[in-house]
């Protein structure tokens, strides 16, 4: 019985032990010997070399940066690191490369002006884990702007290092190596140079600038101000002072009260002011209520019942227009004649045409936080406030005040409408011809799967007499007067407002916005709005001729010529006017000449009211922004210092 005993237990033992050995080696097999292969393997992945932004230009607007990291020991995978200078990291590499591990941080070459449109990146966090496997810990990833909506795009493949170790978690030997794949380089509309120009133009001004090429609304400028210094929050510093002045410089932005990293060019939402005056000036010709002839009496104020609404220029100066027709109504942004051609028109009809060109709707631009605004009617006021729409809201809507709300890249698209002969063009920053690859590509390649651009359905002499309009705006005895020396020099008796353009003239519309409640003086602050259609073909043709000649000039001085031969050469006419290379016109001539660029194009400046100035005007504060930008691709000349 004893025997039986031990003998089955010998053979439960030898079963069991069957059992398992059929369980490691076929059954999970592979199972075990991956974690076997693990504890005498390491994998070590390497920097991935993430794609860049490049401009109109075909230059690259961001770098990767190498930072150097030296290890405590070069055998142990699990040496703890400390960062170190390029020229530390150069002495220990001389002496032992292995002692230097190398990471990639993401740097701007335009970290102000391109701030909201290109973002930033930054370390992954707990949602970006969870939600996407392929992310490590180490990574980091756009964050803000471009960076983030192409984040797919951008992003390589690492390199890796497979080594074997030993139970010490020492290297024994180099098993594998793989090379990654560089992520891919984005084309961009953005003309760095001229995005610069911009910001400093703005100086110290709250708002936007968005400046548009007219013929297809791709972007060149989208500006924000106040903005923030984008490789701050990617760069980072070997020294301990320098990394805490970095870490209080990111708490400053982040507590900044002025919202830097707000983009008002597509998240601010402002009452258009008079620009909206395009909009009821093609309404009431559409409609046929009113044609170029059809004129009202300005008497100053126009009375109904209790109720005056008046126009600016009495409000300010007293003063009447008396008879005024269409043309010269826009010219001077005559409050009275779009409150009657409102009435005339309608609430309904004015939100169709505001519709037809894309106002209080998103423009789809590849940026997030891109708000909707408003363009109200009786039934909007009704749903949304609960009242009944009256003719002073009607009133107001003409002039394109009450509850109207608008971003400037809806005004960009509005105007860019205007100048292109009602043919409206959905805005861009990315070139149209970005192949999207797997990823959403449409059958036609590209990054749109269709044209951006549609006929509005508006008849162009109506578009030509708002162009008219405008013109004049710009022009003597218009609103926009930084421009009317310029046009006073090009403008010629019998042309069109499009051949006008063409020699170099600017059409606008100036708009000064009122909000909020009555202040102490009985007036509503006011914002800056300066709408304009530069025509730059004969700008461009003239600095790429006047170079030419400087060149020319210069190669035909003596090689021992004398001081005075040198001093024939005109210094403005040089080839370079500007001593800060981020904005060297040589340079942004150098790249106009090789790829071209618009014969127009839009400019929208945005000036916010502030606590120093409340009354912002669109021709005395807005209108000198826009200047300098015009003045800049003329003549590379510019006033602003550095922001």
């Given amino acids: 019985m004893k025997n039986k005993l031990i003998f089955g237990l010998i053979v439960f033992v030898f079963t069991t032990l069957l059992f398992r050995l059929i369980d490691i080696q076929l059954l999970n097999g592979n199972i075990y010997e991956n974690l076997a292969n693990n504890n005498k393997t390491y994998r070590v992945n390497l920097p991935e070399e993430r794609g860049v932004f490049l401009d109109r230009y075909n230059q690259s607007m961001v770098y990767n940066k190498p ?22 990291a150069l002495r220990v590499m001389s002496q032992d490369s292995d002692l230097i591990r190398t990471e990639l941080e993401r740097m701007y070459l335009y970290p102000k002006s391109m701030a909201h449109v290109l973002g930033y990146v930054g370390s992954v966090s707990l949602d970006e884990l969870s939600s996407d496997s392929t992310l490590y810990i180490s990574d980091r990833v756009g964050k803000f702007g471009l960076e983030k909506e192409f984040q797919s795009f951008l992003r390589g493949s690492k390199s890796s290092q497979v080594f074997e170790i030993n139970a010490l978690g020492e290297k024994q030997r180099l098993i594998t190596e793989e090379t990654g794949i560089p992520g891919r380089n984005v084309p961009t509309t953005l003309d760095s140079y001229l995005s610069e120009v911009a910001l400093r133009a703005m100086g110290d001004n709250k708002g936007a600038v968005v400046i548009l090429d007219s013929s297809n609304s791709e972007v060149l400028s989208l ?36 919202k830097l990293f707000f983009n008002r060019a597509v998240s601010g939402a402002y009452p258009p002011g008079s620009i909206f005056k395009i909009i009821t000036s093609l309404a009431g010709l559409e409609g046929k209520q009113i044609d170029k002839d059809t004129s009202v ?41 779009f409150y009657k051609v409102a009435e005339w028109v309608g609430p309904e009809k004015l939100k169709e045409m505001a519709n037809l060109f894309a ?26 406030i609960g009242e009944r729409w009256f003719l002073g809201n009607t009133y107001h809507m003409g002039i394109g005040q009450g509850d109207i709300l608008v971003t400037p890249i809806q005004i960009a698209q509005l105007v860019q409408g205007i100048a292109n002969n009602g043919n409206l063009c959905k805005a861009t920053l990315i070139k149209d011809t970005f192949d999207l690859g ?6 036609v390649g590209g990054i749109f799967g269709k044209s951006r651009c549609e006929e509005v359905g508006v008849l162009e002499e109506n578009i030509n007499l708002v162009l008219d309009g405008m013109l004049g ?21 019998g042309l069109s407002a499009k051949d006008q353009l063409d020699n170099g003239a600017v059409a606008c519309k100036t708009g000064t916005s009122e909000f909020g409640p009555l202040d102490a003086n009985g007036y509503r602050k006011t914002h800056g709005w300066f709408a304009s259609i530069m025509g730059t073909k004969a700008l461009v043709n003239n600095a790429l001729e006047e170079r ?14 004398s001081e005075s031969a040198v001093a024939e050469i005109d210094s403005e006419n040089m080839l370079t006017n500007q001593s800060d290379l981020s904005i060297n016109r040589d340079l942004w001539l150098d790249g ?28 005395k504060d807005a209108g000198p922004v826009a200047k300098e930008i015009f003045d800049w691709i003329k003549n590379g000349k510019s006033s602003s210092t550095t922001n």
């Fill in 67 to 88: 930072v150097y990291f030296k290890l405590n020991s070069s055998e142990s995978l699990y040496s703890d690191k400390t960062r170190i200078t390029y020229d530390e």
């Fill in 223 to 258: 500006v924000s101000t106040p903005t923030f210094d984008s490789s701050v929050l990617s760069e980072s510093f070997a020294n301990e002072e320098s990394e805490r002045l970095r870490v209080r410089t990111i708490q400053d932005f982040l507590s900044n009260p002025q």
């Fill in 297 to 337: 009496i300005d008497e100053g104020t126009l009375e109904v019942g209790e109720y005056s609404y008046a126009n600016w220029y009495f409000t300010q100066y007293g003063l009447k227009e008396g008879e005024i027709s269409l043309v010269r109504a826009i010219t001077r942004s005559n409050d009275i004649y």
């Fill in 359 to 384: 106002l209080g709707e998103k423009s789809g631009i590849q940026l997030q936080a891109e708000i909707e605004g408003v363009i109200p009617d009786p039934e909007w006021k009704q749903r949304m």
């Fill in 438 to 443: 797997n990823v959403g590509l449409s059958s």
């Fill in 473 to 493: 705006a710009c022009s003597a005895g218009g609103t926009g007067f930084p421009f009317f020396e310029n046009n006073s020099l090009v403008l010629k008796e």
């Fill in 548 to 561: 030419k000649q400087a060149r020319e000039k210069l190669e035909n001085i003596p090689k021992m010529g």
């Fill in 592 to 619: 106009v000449e090789k790829y071209g660029f618009p014969d127009e194009i839009v400019v929208i400046v945005l000036v916010e009211s502030d606590e120093l100035n409340p009354y912002k005007e669109g021709s």
